[in-house]
């Protein structure tokens, strides 16, 4: 079992920054991958970024690359997300997820372990 609890998030306005946690208990990070989606109203989830454990390897969706960076503390075990120049279209449900095989997988299905979700708003 992998327990994970997000943090942070909130109101941003178009350019600012925000940083969004996901701490794990139940197992290190060591044991899986984290990866980051998102859900906006009315639309499906969708892939935001992934990390290998170990932090030597990420792959991000082209919508937020070069703007969005998994980032990880295993003192804390814990996952951030940073969010730079935030865009109104980037207004969702942000969610972290636990993949305990490893696959890197774009898909939500594959993910084993959700966090609760935390909701980011940016305006224009």
């Known amino acids: 079992q992998v327990q994970l609890v997000q943090s942070g998030g909130g109101l941003a306005q178009a350019g600012d920054s925000l940083r969004l946690s996901c701490a794990a208990s139940g197992r290190t990070l060591k044991s899986f991958n984290v990866g980051w989606f998102r859900q906006a109203p009315g639309k499906e989830r969708e892939f935001v970024g992934v990390q290998w454990w170990s932090g030597s390897s990420s792959h991000y969706a082209d919508s937020v690359e070069g703007r969005f960076t998994i980032s990880s503390d295993s003192a804390k075990n814990t996952v951030y997300l940073q969010m730079d120049d935030l865009r109104p279209e980037d207004t969702a449900v942000y969610y972290c997820?636990?993949?305990?095989?490893?696959?890197?997988?774009?898909?939500?299905?594959?993910?084993?372990?959700w966090g609760q979700g935390t909701q980011v708003t940016v305006s224009s």
């Open positions: 997820a636990a993949d305990l095989k490893f696959s890197m997988s774009t898909e939500a299905h594959v993910y084993n372990f």
